[in-house]
């Protein structure tokens, strides 16, 4: 079995799906973060049905076609969304599986709310991403989107994550947001004003650490076959 792996990051799952289909499979990870892979391959050199590049898959080509191709949490950056599916047909077998994982950006909940300073840039972070032609909800949308691209056999599975503020492990991913705000990409392109980035943080980090009780964000595996 021939597997590939769309912005595999390191290759840590790529990894675990080289042992899985056995020396007789061969596993392809690609991801567009030369550290990334350059970590990847150096941890795990000694997997020899593990191939590990450093490139654009919108770009990339094999003669050799793939039973399964995947992706977590990597669509929701890509602009070109109907070229990038184009791009999965033409990698894919006849009868092949895709399956992607990834968020609905817009049904993320806290509780209770977060500060409005917070909120407001979160709304910006949203219509950056939509101005730049990603898509805030690829996760719900996937279904519509196979359907179009002639795909098959669709199924759903829910994939959401929540983080409760007395679990210690949950806070890292709680004041995600912060992190996020740390970047001045949105001031730069005009989105935000800097007084209000600094305030979003400074709300924010308060938030987590006096009234934060969980935040839900919205994740959904969804898995289809090319006919």
Not at 161 to 177: D, F, G, R, V
Not at 189 to 197: D, K, W
Request: glycine share 6%; aromatic share 10%.
């Amino acid at each position: 079995m021939r597997v590939l792996e769309i912005g595999c990051g390191n290759g840590s799952l790529a990894k675990d799906i080289a042992y899985r289909v056995g020396p007789e499979g061969h596993v392809v990870g690609i991801d567009n973060n030369a550290l990334r892979i350059a970590q990847g391959k150096e941890a795990f050199k000694d997997i020899a049905n593990l191939e590990l590049i450093h490139g654009d898959f919108l770009t990339y080509d094999n003669i050799e076609k793939f039973d399964i191709i995947i992706s977590a949490c990597t669509f929701q950056w890509i602009s070109t969304l109907d070229k990038a599916i184009d791009k999965v047909k033409a990698l894919l077998k006849p009868q092949g599986q895709i399956s992607i994982l990834d968020y609905n950006h817009e049904g993320i909940s806290w509780t209770p709310k977060v500060p409005a300073s917070m909120q407001n840039y979160y709304n910006m972070f949203l219509m950056w991403r939509k101005d730049g032609g990603m898509n805030n909800r690829i996760g719900f949308d996937l279904v519509e989107i196979f359907e179009e691209h002639g795909f098959s056999d669709i199924h759903v599975r829910n994939a959401d994550e929540q983080y409760e503020s007395t679990n210690a492990e949950h806070l890292k991913p709680i004041k995600l947001w912060s992190a996020v705000a740390a970047s001045n990409q949105l001031v730069k392109e005009g989105y935000v004003s800097e007084s209000e980035r600094q305030q979003a943080i400074e709300d924010y980090n308060h938030w987590v650490d006096t009234n934060a009780i969980r935040m839900t964000v919205k994740l959904r595996e969804v898995t289809a076959v090319l006919n």
